[in-house]
């Protein structure tokens, strides 16, 4: 079975640009999570999807968006990007809420 | 008070010790509770999930107390291959779908 896997690996982009990062779940979980880890902190969440529908957002600025297609793939897209944004992001899938999720490798973004 | 509490370690033990790490949540309403292992730059890799009656999986063994709000995990016989961060994770209040993390506690395992 595979598993969660995002796309791209690595991302440079330079202060105001724009980044998209891509997730696809693992077959059957309709729940996809995104989740920033700047280095030397914790996984700080930032979005939920389920179902097609955002769930739930964490504690980020409006440039912090997304949407999930109807295969349950996702998309998060960064606006405006600033230095601070330079971060691992991971996505994780969920088969329900509250069950375990499993991440992907993530995509580190630099921002230069 | 931070949500997810963990002493960050780094704990340092020779091949074949028993290691144990402690964690603390602050919300009592939390439902699910799991233990990821995450290595350095990788992502979080699940471990196992944490039941009230305690659970084991070969040498990890999980315990929960809720009335403490209190989760532990032990690690039996270490191996190198256990070098890698642990991280406390508790669900976020109902319907939120987020996981909260601890900082994680750091093993290293020394030959």
């Known amino acids: 079975e595979a598993g969660v896997t995002q796309s791209p690996t690595h991302l440079i982009k330079t202060r105001g640009q724009q980044a998209t990062l891509r997730c696809s779940p693992i077959?059957?979980?309709?729940?996809v999570y995104w989740y920033q880890q700047a280095l030397g902190l914790g996984l700080q969440f930032l979005l939920w999807y389920d179902e097609g529908e955002e769930r739930n957002r964490g504690n980020f600025p409006p440039r912090f968006s997304g949407r999930q297609f109807p295969n349950y793939s996702s998309e998060l897209n960064v606006n405006a990007l600033e230095l601070e944004d330079s971060a691992l992001y991971l996505c994780?899938?969920?088969?329900?809420?509250?069950?375990?999720?499993?991440f992907g490798d993530g995509t580190r973004l630099s921002i230069l | 008070r931070k949500e997810v509490e963990q002493d960050p370690g780094p704990f340092n033990v020779p091949e074949g010790a028993t290691v144990a790490f402690n964690c603390t949540y602050s919300?009592?309403?939390?439902?699910?509770f799991f233990w990821y292992r995450q290595d350095c730059r990788k992502e979080p890799k699940l471990l196992m999930s944490v039941y009230s009656s305690g659970n084991e999986d070969g040498r990890f063994t999980a315990q929960l107390n809720r009335a403490s709000q209190y989760i532990s995990l032990l690690i039996r016989d270490s191996k190198l291959s256990d070098s890698a961060t642990y991280l406390c994770?508790?669900?976020?209040?109902?319907?939120?779908?987020?996981?909260?993390f601890g900082q994680g506690t750091t093993l290293q395992v020394k030959p």
């Open positions: 919300n009592s309403a939390s439902q699910s």
């Open positions: 077959s059957g979980h309709t729940s």
């Open positions: 994780a899938s969920s088969y329900r809420r509250n069950q375990p999720q499993h």
């Open positions: 994770v508790v669900n976020g209040p109902s319907n939120t779908g987020k996981l909260i």
